[in-house]
């Protein structure tokens, strides 16, 4: 699955950490994410969809073949 | 002539405290977001505390269960000649010291974050099943006569460890 995270993090001049921090989950669960090496629970995305003040949608695109 | 002069001052006055009390409040939103970066630092702390906290637990409760056992294996030999009300006080000791580092462990692990965990799942399914297997080839090398020593269960913990530790190297690297 792609996402937006690091686009949006870079629009809002965040860090890793700060993002990290704010969604409650480690530095490293951040960077599995913008990689798409990690595809995050639905709690986690509806948390950054709120966080980012944006649709789910918005932020994650599903793969062409769904 | 004086109420005019008054009334003058109290306009100014209230003029200036209107403005302050602005400035006050853009102060108070700046501050507000201050307040925010910090609280973003503090849910940061919150996370690597809660794993400084966990880690701590887990270290001093798996040191205080491998004293227990080792207290356990040598006392008899070396401090209390085999007594056994003391072996079994010890081995007592040692239920309880293991039963607290399974629930720093438990406490460990649930207060990982959602990768974190999947990771230690990963690890945990691979060194479980290796350890399965390199068990049951193991208990059967004797029986066998592939080899002539009696198979060592402990080994299987060797094995279990090694396999774990490789296994949480290896998930480390795939998702970073």
Redesign the interface.
């Known amino acids: 699955m792609k996402n937006r995270f690091k686009v949006l993090r870079a629009e809002r001049d965040w860090t890793q950490a700060d993002l990290a921090a704010e969604l409650d989950v480690s530095r490293q669960t951040i960077i599995a994410i913008e990689k798409g090496k990690y595809d995050p629970s639905l709690s986690l995305a509806f948390k950054a969809a709120k966080l980012f003040e944006m649709p789910i949608e918005a932020i994650f695109q599903a793969p062409e073949s769904i | 002539m004086l109420t005019s002069g008054f009334n003058k001052y109290a306009i100014r006055y209230l003029t200036i405290k209107r403005v302050s009390s602005a400035r006050l409040t853009l102060g108070k939103t700046k501050k507000g977001n201050d307040m925010n970066d910090i609280q973003?630092?503090k849910?940061?702390n919150?996370?690597a505390k809660k794993s400084k906290r966990n880690t701590k637990s887990l270290a001093i409760w798996t040191s205080a269960w491998l004293v227990s056992l080792a207290i356990v294996a040598f006392g008899p030999v070396l401090l209390w000649d085999y007594h056994q009300a003391i072996s079994l006080c010890t081995i007592g000791l040692n239920v309880i010291m293991g039963y607290k580092m399974i629930m720093a462990n438990k406490q460990h692990l649930e207060d990982?974050?959602?990768?974190?965990q999947?990771i230690h799942l990963v690890a945990m399914a691979m060194s479980l099943g290796v350890s399965i297997v390199f068990g049951a080839v193991y208990g059967l090398l004797e029986s066998i006569r592939l080899v002539e020593f009696q198979p060592d269960p402990s080994g299987v913990l060797f094995v279990m460890g090694i396999s774990y530790a490789v296994s949480m190297i290896l998930a480390?690297r795939?998702?970073?």
Not at chain 2, 112 to 116: G, R
């Open positions: 973003t630092k849910t940061n919150s996370i990982l974050d959602e990768l974190q999947r480390h795939k998702y970073s």
